[in-house]
């Protein structure tokens, strides 16, 4: 199947359109129409090269979501017309017990991410969602809800699924005290999920600039990192905090912010942090954690989710040939909202 994208060819240089191929079908899998792709974090720092040397030239993205066009002879679960998404991975072993336990994400021989990676069959790299076709395997689409609304659901399978995840293992519920670091995509969506779960919400940012959005997305307010009068009148006052913080930073101010058996997960930085001061987690049996994405289960639960609760992510929609204006907003920092493109401009 031919097809276009936008590729990055360097870690220096600009994202440009790329004609390329999908493969064909095989009997396992499904061809879809990209209507929207997601614009995350990640995508960044991969075509920027900042976790290593990349397969250029590549094709990013993995908050896809579009309508099926075609099926293979095997598949059961998907027919033509139908809404899908993709996220984070494509496929994994299958057969492992994290597989078996619906955690693909951690699959002990390794999930394949949705671009950048081998294919398990082929070999050849794997390119994602910035882009009007991809062929996925069956197990690996998603089905988008009626209730959704497609040209905002697309970060839901990254940003959404990466904040749910850890919500759900720890349990959060009515009356939890959840506070978020960072308003920027991820933490956006943590303090919208985690509202909508019955939890007591507070944003930790470094100023009061976005106060009036925290509170807009049901936060009770924010806690301002900077000012130590209020870190150190906060003390104990979390169960959990969703630290969603993309680059290296120091942990060990939000530490003492746990209350005994607390947890910190940290779900935005990939690669080295700061090391951090262990007197406040000795003495409140507190935790540093860390949490990828969720399976496919998982992160059909939390589109259904979404879908019940009326949560769409916050975006602006673009269109493809805005892209690096997109990124270069993004390197500046947090933004509370998520780009999306709408591929519809793209023709192959």
Same mark, same amino acid.
């Given at each position: 199947?031919?097809?276009?994208?936008?590729?990055?060819?360097?870690?220096?240089?600009?994202?440009?359109?790329?004609?390329?191929?999908?493969?064909?079908?095989?009997?396992?899998?499904?061809?879809?129409?990209?209507?929207?792709?997601? $614009?995350?974090?990640?995508?960044?720092?991969?075509?920027?090269?900042?976790?290593?040397?990349?397969?250029?030239?590549?094709?990013?993205?993995?908050?896809?979501?579009?309508?099926?066009?075609?099926?293979?002879?095997?598949?059961?679960?998907?027919?033509?017309?139908?809404?899908?998404?993709?996220?984070?991975?494509?496929?994994?072993?299958?057969?492992?017990?994290?597989?078996?336990?619906?955690?693909?994400?951690?699959?002990?021989?390794?999930?394949?991410?949705?671009?950048?990676?081998?294919?398990?069959?082929?070999?050849?790299?794997?390119?994602?969602?910035?882009?009007?076709?991809?062929?996925?395997?069956?197990?690996?689409?998603?089905?988008?809800?009626?209730?959704?609304?497609?040209?905002?659901?697309?970060?839901?399978?990254?940003?959404?699924?990466?904040?749910?995840?850890?919500?759900?293992?720890?349990?959060?519920?009515?009356?939890?005290?959840?506070?978020?670091?960072?308003?920027?995509?991820?933490?956006?969506?943590?303090?919208?999920?985690?509202?909508?779960?019955?939890?007591?919400?507070?944003?930790?940012?470094?100023?009061?600039?976005?106060?009036?959005?925290?509170?807009?997305?049901?936060?009770?307010?924010? $806690?301002?990192?900077?000012?130590?009068?209020?870190?150190?009148?906060?003390?104990?006052?979390?169960?959990?905090?969703?630290?969603?913080?993309?680059?290296?930073?120091?942990?060990?101010?939000?530490?003492?912010?746990?209350?005994?058996?607390?947890?910190?997960?940290?779900?935005?930085?990939?690669?080295?942090?700061?090391?951090?001061?262990?007197?406040?987690?000795?003495?409140?049996?507190?935790?540093?954690?860390?949490?990828?994405?969720?399976?496919?289960?998982?992160?059909?639960?939390?589109?259904?989710?979404?879908?019940?609760?009326?949560?769409?992510?916050?975006?602006?929609?673009?269109?493809?040939?805005?892209?690096?204006?997109?990124?270069?907003?993004?390197?500046?920092?947090?933004?509370?909202?998520?780009?999306?493109?709408?591929?519809?401009?793209?023709?192959?």
């Amino acid at each position: 199947m031919k097809t276009v994208g936008y590729a990055a060819h360097s870690s220096d240089a600009e994202m440009v359109p790329y004609h390329f191929e999908r493969r064909a079908l095989r009997p396992g899998d499904v061809a879809i129409e990209i209507l929207f792709s997601g $614009l995350c974090h990640s995508d960044l720092h991969t075509v920027n090269g900042d976790w290593g040397p990349q397969p250029y030239p590549l094709v990013p993205g993995h908050e896809i979501v579009g309508r099926v066009i075609e099926v293979g002879t095997a598949v059961t679960r998907f027919s033509e017309g139908d809404r899908v998404g993709v996220g984070c991975m494509v496929d994994s072993c299958q057969e492992c017990d994290q597989c078996h336990n619906h955690e693909e994400q951690y699959c002990r021989h390794g999930m394949t991410p949705t671009y950048g990676a081998p294919d398990r069959i082929s070999g050849e790299i794997t390119q994602g969602g910035y882009s009007k076709h991809i062929v996925v395997r069956e197990e690996f689409v998603l089905r988008i809800p009626d209730a959704l609304d497609m040209s905002r659901a697309a970060p839901i399978l990254c940003a959404g699924i990466t904040t749910f995840s850890p919500l759900r293992t720890w349990n959060v519920g009515k009356g939890s005290r959840v506070g978020v670091i960072g308003l920027g995509g991820l933490g956006h969506m943590a303090v919208k999920l985690a509202v909508a779960m019955g939890a007591d919400v507070t944003v930790l940012s470094r100023s009061e600039r976005k106060a009036d959005e925290a509170k807009e997305l049901g936060a009770g307010g924010i $806690l301002v990192s900077s000012d130590k009068a209020a870190m150190a009148g906060a003390t104990a006052t979390f169960d959990l905090i969703i630290d969603t913080v993309p680059v290296e930073h120091d942990v060990t101010p939000y530490a003492p912010l746990l209350d005994i058996d607390g947890t910190l997960v940290i779900v935005g930085q990939v690669g080295p942090m700061k090391g951090f001061m262990t007197v406040p987690m000795i003495f409140g049996r507190r935790r540093v954690a860390g949490s990828l994405i969720g399976g496919i289960k998982e992160t059909q639960e939390v589109l259904d989710f979404c879908a019940e609760h009326d949560i769409h992510p916050v975006c602006e929609v673009i269109r493809p040939d805005e892209v690096n204006r997109a990124f270069a907003v993004m390197s500046q920092g947090d933004i509370a909202h998520r780009f999306v493109m709408d591929m519809s401009s793209l023709s192959v």
